[in-house]
């Protein structure tokens, strides 16, 4: 079934699948990264602290010219070598992961210290199939108000403009800074993310229903750099134009020409 295409559950289906005990779901923390010597070593010693702690933390390296790989081994992760683009490198550490659950977190956000907790709770409804974190954005420790509530608002107003009637039902679209997370079967059924798009694999997942759980704060390193009004221009273009039936190939030159930095 093609991505994007299979996150909806009858209320049968759901009660059928879900009669196991999920408290004990094992949850395995997905890694993609390249060259974030700088910080990989925090995320992943932050989420093997977590409480309940998540099975295994898989850090996939795309091709790093830093000390990124040495940094995540030391920290205690397992790390794996995979073809460059986040899309490949989650899908390579999906292949490989041992849990029942999948959570994927970008090697600058930071995740609730109950994150493992949440994910449990939230797949334990049956109806929920992707869900994710409400996400604080900040920037050496000041918190970036605007931008945050920028994240928070556009989870819903693409539905509202264009699928109103699923944003009525619970329908939202999630981004990979909100640390994604899904069953390791259900995301094996819909093929996982379209290795074809370097930008917005995480949007093209699924709608979704919208899972607020404690905060996740994740780095605002380039919004800040960039600032709010060229930012949220960026994220409109984009998300407007991937909503609208860009091709990756299209998407591709707009994320060339638009993002103009090296966290890329």
């Known amino acids: 079934m093609a991505a994007g295409a299979m996150w909806q559950l009858s209320e049968a289906l759901a009660a059928e699948r879900w009669a196991l005990d999920t408290a004990q779901l094992s949850v395995s923390m997905i890694i993609p990264a390249l060259n974030e010597e700088k910080c990989i070593g925090e995320c992943v010693r932050h989420l093997r602290s977590l409480f309940p702690a998540p099975l295994e933390v898989i850090?996939?390296?795309?091709?790093?010219?830093?000390?990124?790989?040495?940094?995540?081994?030391?920290?205690?992760?397992?790390?794996?070598?995979?073809?460059?683009?986040?899309?490949?490198?989650?899908?390579?550490?999906?292949?490989?992961?041992?849990?029942?659950?999948?959570?994927?977190?970008?090697?600058?956000?930071?995740?609730?210290?109950?994150?493992?907790?949440?994910?449990?709770?939230a797949l334990a409804d049956g109806r929920v199939v992707l869900g994710g974190f409400r996400?604080?954005?900040?920037?050496?420790?000041?918190?970036?108000?605007?931008?945050?509530?920028?994240?928070l608002v556009k989870t819903w107003y693409l539905v509202a403009l264009f699928r109103p009637l699923s944003l009525l039902r619970g329908g939202r679209i999630m981004f990979g800074d909100q640390t994604l997370f899904c069953r390791a079967a259900?995301?094996?059924?819909?093929?996982?993310?379209?290795?074809?798009?370097?930008?917005?694999?995480?949007?093209?997942?699924?709608?979704?229903?919208?899972?607020?759980?404690?905060?996740?704060?994740?780095?605002?390193?380039?919004?800040a750099a960039w600032g709010n009004?060229?930012?949220t221009y960026v994220h409109v273009a984009i998300g407007l134009s991937w909503y609208l039936g860009a091709s990756p190939q299209q998407l591709e030159d707009l994320y060339e020409r638009l993002y103009t930095d090296r966290f890329r």
């Open 59 to 121: 850090v996939v390296d795309g091709g790093s010219t830093d000390g990124t790989v040495r940094a995540a081994r030391k920290a205690g992760a397992r790390v794996l070598r995979g073809p460059r683009g986040r899309a490949r490198q989650m899908n390579a550490g999906a292949a490989v992961a041992r849990s029942g659950a999948l959570c994927f977190v970008h090697a600058d956000s930071t995740p609730p210290a109950s994150a493992v907790a949440c994910v449990r709770a």
């Open 135 to 151: 996400t604080v954005i900040a920037d050496q420790g000041r918190r970036l108000r605007l931008m945050t509530a920028h994240q």
């Open 229 to 231: 009004p060229w930012a």
């Open 186 to 223: 259900d995301f094996a059924r819909s093929g996982g993310f379209d290795p074809a798009l370097r930008i917005m694999e995480d949007a093209d997942l699924g709608r979704v229903r919208m899972v607020l759980h404690p905060p996740a704060l994740t780095s605002g390193r380039r919004l």
